[in-house]
DNA sequence: CTAGGATCCTGTCAGC
DNA sequence: TGCTGACAGGATCCTA
């Protein structure tokens, strides 16, 4: 998905488009992407909206959340006098919709707001305000990068101590917000191998490690992350704004941007992960 | 408790 | 052309 930086460009543009406004109605059109009842929201109004690691918070007048996670291909799009699109980059970022993919449809007075999904992991869900907190996901979730000490990095490096690095750093309930590129960007900026065992980073590293999070995290939010501005180049033809931000993520065969040698993928934790052989050494 | 692998779902792309 | 398997910007569930 759309990790956090994408989720908080999403958030950005809900404020600007949505916020203080009226739900009219809403279209489920998959049963998995829409949990709970319509009729809590259809009619209410948009009193804030907040974000909390990659989960969106949509709070509405009478004490009820929307919360929406994109997990990998979601994304939201906003039609009406104005356009905006961020999440998951497609072609129904620019495109006719509802499309294929979409599986909510929130109407309001003055436009649509519309979530697409794919792959259909990702989901709307009602639930009183009060009980957010209270969410499996949400208690569960660790600091985002920004709040965490340098030390308390460490000491979960160390309770940790047997994962990868990248294990450990993709997992949301260590730290919130990264994922498979940002993860990938970090390590590569602090000079580390993903394959490292955490236990094994000294707490130089780490404090490296955690500043790299937030300024590779900084970064992409400034340059407006993956959204519909990013998403087709001045020509009309598509782009990609990976090809400007990643240094390693999906450059495999390509050279690395520090030292020239050539970016290798493997395999981690699950995931493609990309880096530098010589820049990220995995024994020291 | 931690670590690691399978799994949810749809679409695309490389390799026969 | 058509088929097949691998893989994908995430998180959870299950097992050892």
């Known amino acids: 998905m759309p990790e956090l930086p994408e989720v908080e460009i999403v958030c950005r543009g809900l404020k600007k488009f949505i916020l203080n406004k009226k739900i009219i109605c809403v279209e489920s059109r998959c049963e998995k992407s829409f949990i709970g009842e319509k009729k809590q929201i259809e009619g209410q109004k948009i009193i804030s909206i907040d974000r909390r690691g990659k989960a969106i918070l949509i709070n509405l007048s009478n004490d009820y959340t929307l919360m929406i996670h994109l997990r990998m291909t979601g994304q939201l799009v906003w039609r009406g006098d104005e356009n905006f699109a961020a999440g998951h980059p497609t072609d129904d970022f620019i495109g006719k919709l509802p499309s294929k993919q979409t599986r909510v449809i929130f109407e309001f007075t003055d436009g649509f707001l519309y979530f697409n999904d794919q792959r259909k992991f990702g989901f709307v869900k009602v639930l009183p305000t009060e009980e957010v907190e209270n969410d499996a996901f949400i208690r569960k979730l660790g600091k985002e990068p920004w709040q965490m000490e340098a030390i308390e990095f460490y000491q979960i490096l160390q309770r940790h101590a047997k994962a990868p690095i ?38 130089t590293e780490a404090r490296q490690l955690l500043k790299c999070a937030c300024d590779v995290m900084d970064e992409s939010i400034a340059s407006g992350g993956s959204t519909m501005a990013t998403y087709v180049r001045a020509d009309g033809t598509k782009g990609d704004y990976l090809e400007k931000f990643a240094q390693v993520f ?35």
């Open 166 to 203: 990248k294990a450990v750093i993709l997992d949301q309930s260590n730290i919130a917000g990264l994922g498979n590129i940002y993860a990938d960007e970090s390590l590569f900026c602090a000079k580390i191998h993903p394959a490292r065992r955490a236990g094994t980073l000294t707490k």
């Open 250 to 284: 999906r450059r495999d065969g390509q050279k690395c941007p520090r030292c020239g040698t050539e970016i290798i993928k493997i395999r981690l934790a699950g995931r493609g992960t990309h880096l530098c052989p010589k820049c990220q050494k995995e024994s020291q």
